[in-house]
């Protein structure tokens, strides 16, 4: 591309080029087979028999709760068809996600005849676990029909990816990569922009995403920051505004100013969030979005977290309900864009800028299919990027992040924040914005779940979180230990770092405290008891637990329940290299590799608070401090789970990304979401002492960077003509003037 996007694109080149491919699988035949059920024998294991019919094979899913039952058909010697349960209380997945493998990988695996085909980039889990499922009735349709359930080897079978080799050029006016929440808010947004400079013509534009599905990690969150949208002002606050902005900015500016006096983010865009972060809220609802409350939490003076309804903090067990319905959203967003020319390409990362280094421009961006192996060079006038930061990037981590920040953490969420785009910025020459700060810690779990114990459903209850049947297991009961209030919590330098009863807080009380402390320890702290300490968990039971992990356990313990399992579950944790044992605190500080004088002087130190009834360090209850005297002593490694990263690329208020001056924008790209959270946020705590920032941000930062790049090209380049007619090769437009009759 050498000024502009140019030429006319029709809707030919847009059916040949795969326009729809946004909101279902990508078909068999793109994928080296034909229609699966049709077709089956034309790949099928002609060396194995099986007794034709249907069979139910299951697996255990998410997190160990549920099995996934999964109905296989098969002939003699080929797989017919697969099904997956519709029914939420029939297996334990995430129901949008399951769906991505129900449309992507299932038609992959009925075409190849095998299950070796990759699994769902966002859905390795549910991938796992579908094939995992498939792989138990083929092996009881072999038994049946007369042969050995090792023959189930037949479809293990490598797949070829079908378009290796292959590349496609792509000339479009903006391109969006990444599409989380803010990304299918920027596909929108773009779309809408664009059509009212071009009089409602159709448009030049496409969006890509590494995953499988829409929505990215943003879509399994539940709340997001606005301010004052105008709809909640009239329903929920009887037409008050919620929060003066201007006292809230100053609140902000407060949390975000170092000892010197020097702004630790950007004012300017933290100022432009806040004044068009309403404005977004109230276009979600005209577009048909739909929210139920506004929650104060955190320590800013009204309520600017707003819940899509249903929220499970109000209405009890709809979390997953509420999932399905943000995925719904989004999906029309997306058709709505499609429809009127817009291209969507799923499985499909990013991972070079085309860049103009004598201009200071992006070009476009080199990109790859991870299903079907096609290379795309897509020239673009401008590139708005989301892709979730780099979270799980372990190098990336390694290298950007300050100590004791500095390597691979367990995460939650979908795997796809891989950093391509990120480097790729970095690499051309872009800024950072405190992207060495503590990535967003917000869960806490055990290096592994323990299996030892039994997992115990109760179908006359519901978790209030999830939705599905209530679970416990005694397997939670180390991770309880480290969630306890009467604890002592020491960190990597053997030293306290907090009220141990405040691990589990959510958004602090005020802007100089940060919430879950335990993010200083960098990826792990110890909790510590002695034989007293646990005999009482034994006889009375993790009562001192005042919120329990959602994510990272598999249903919790029964609060007032005697755990008299206590000392067997933790002798499975010191086999499994999750917990330590000794009968001095020396020598179990030498087993964990912490300094033995200096946990000595923690613990002594502590004992102190203890007998005198003040914890004159952290300030925790006087019930809940119970000294450690006795032996033995145990320590339980607890990990801090992070959601996503912090820092980022620098943007300014239009968020255009900088160089490393912070100033100088490069023209043609945008960056939002996590992938430059960090102008907004104080590198030296966790996350945020606000609610739901980085939803906030990537909702509105999509929007705002989507309208500001339309813009930019039509004002650089003039925006693309697309015709909206399917002409067969080589034949003109009809003449306008020419009668229809």
Request: glycine residues 10%.
């Amino acid at each position: 591309m050498d000024n502009k996007p140019k030429g006319v694109i029709n809707r030919r080149d847009a059916l040949k080029l795969g326009a729809v491919t946004a909101l279902g699988a990508v078909g068999a035949a793109a994928l080296g087979g034909c229609a699966a059920k049709d077709q089956a024998d034309a790949s099928s294991n002609s060396e194995i028999t099986m007794a034709p019919g249907a069979y139910v094979g299951k697996a255990l899913g998410h997190k160990g709760l549920f099995e996934l039952p999964v109905t296989v058909t098969v002939s003699e010697n080929a797989i017919l068809d697969i099904e997956i349960p519709e029914n939420r209380f029939e297996h334990g997945e995430t129901t949008p996600i399951l769906h991505s493998v129900r449309d992507n990988m299932i038609p992959r695996i009925l075409a190849s005849q095998s299950l070796d085909v990759d699994s769902i980039t966002g859905a390795t889990s549910s991938s796992m676990t579908v094939k995992n499922a498939v792989e138990d009735a083929l092996k009881q349709a072999l038994v049946a029909g007369g042969s050995d359930e090792k023959d189930v080897s037949a479809f293990h079978k490598s797949v070829d990816k079908p378009e290796e080799g292959t590349t496609e050029e792509v000339d479009v006016d903006v391109l969006i990569v990444g599409l989380s929440i803010g990304g299918c808010f920027a596909l929108k947004a773009a779309t809408e922009k664009m059509q009212e400079l071009n009089g409602n013509k159709r448009v030049s534009l496409m969006a890509i995403d590494r995953a499988g599905k829409i929505g990215g990690r943003s879509c399994l969150t539940h709340m997001v920051q606005s301010v004052n949208p105008q709809w909640p002002v009239d329903h929920l606050n009887n037409g008050e505004r919620f929060i003066d902005p201007d006292d809230y900015y100053n609140l902000w500016m407060e949390w975000i100013t170092g000892e010197d006096g020097t702004p630790l983010a950007d004012p300017e865009v933290i100022r432009m969030f806040i004044d068009n972060s309403g404005d977004t809220l109230d276009w979600q609802i005209g577009n048909g979005w739909r929210i139920s409350s506004a929650d104060p939490e955190g320590c800013q003076d009204g309520p600017v977290s707003f819940h899509t309804n249903p929220a499970p903090m109000h209405d009890p067990g709809t979390f997953e309900d509420r999932r399905v319905i943000v995925d719904g959203y989004l999906k029309n967003f997306v058709a709505g864009a499609v429809a009127q020319g817009a291209r969507v390409e799923l499985e499909t990362e990013g991972y070079e800028f085309i860049y103009d280094e004598a201009t200071s421009t992006v070009k476009g961006v080199k990109a790859r299919n991870t299903a079907t192996g096609k290379q795309y060079v897509i020239n673009a006038g401008a590139v708005v990027m989301g892709t979730g930061g780099f979270g799980a990037n372990g190098e990336m981590l390694t290298n950007l992040l300050s100590e004791p920040y500095n390597r691979p953490y367990p995460f939650l969420g979908v795997g796809t924040d891989t950093g391509l785009m990120v480097q790729a910025a970095i690499d051309i020459g872009a800024g950072t914005r405190n992207i060495g700060m503590s990535p967003i810690v917000m869960h806490i779990g055990l290096p592994h779940f323990l299996t030892k114990y039994p997992i115990n459903v109760n179908k006359e209850a519901l978790n209030n979180f999830t939705g599905r049947y209530e679970t416990w297991t005694i397997n939670d009961a180390p991770l309880g230990l480290g969630l306890s209030g009467n604890q002592l919590a020491i960190g990597p330098d053997g030293k306290r770092f907090a009220n141990e009863n405040t691990l589990m807080q959510l958004f602090s009380t005020g802007v100089h405290v940060s919430s879950w402390p335990s993010f200083k320890c960098g990826h792990y702290f110890y909790s510590i008891w002695s034989k007293k300490m646990l005999d009482e968990v034994a006889e009375q039971g993790l009562n001192k637990v005042s919120r329990w992990e959602v994510y990272q356990c598999q249903g919790g313990v029964p609060r007032e329940m005697p755990v008299p399992e206590i000392f067997e579950c933790l002798d499975a944790c010191i086999d499994e290299g999750m917990a330590w044992k000794s009968d001095t605190i020396e020598d179990l500080a030498s087993q964990i590799g912490l300094d033995p004088s200096t946990v000595r002087s923690t613990v002594d130190a502590y004992n102190g608070f203890c007998n005198d009834g003040s914890d004159e360090e952290y300030g925790k209850e006087a019930e809940l401090l119970d000294p450690l005297v006795e032996g033995p002593f145990y320590a339980i490694k607890l990990n801090n789970v992070i959601f996503a990263t912090c820092g980022g690329l620098t943007v300014d208020s239009e968020i255009r990304v900088c160089k490393t001056d912070d100033k100088t924008p490069i023209n043609g790209l945008y960056a939002f979401g996590c992938d430059s959270l960090g102008n907004l946020l104080n590198p030296n705590q966790n996350y945020t002492v606000f609610p739901a920032i980085a939803a906030g941000w990537n909702q509105t930062g999509g929007r705002m960077a989507a309208l500001n790049a339309v813009d930019y090209v039509s004002n650089a380049y003039g925006l693309s003509e697309v015709s909206f007619q399917s002409l067969p090769e080589g034949m003109e437009l009809s003449d306008p003037d020419k009668p229809i009759w």
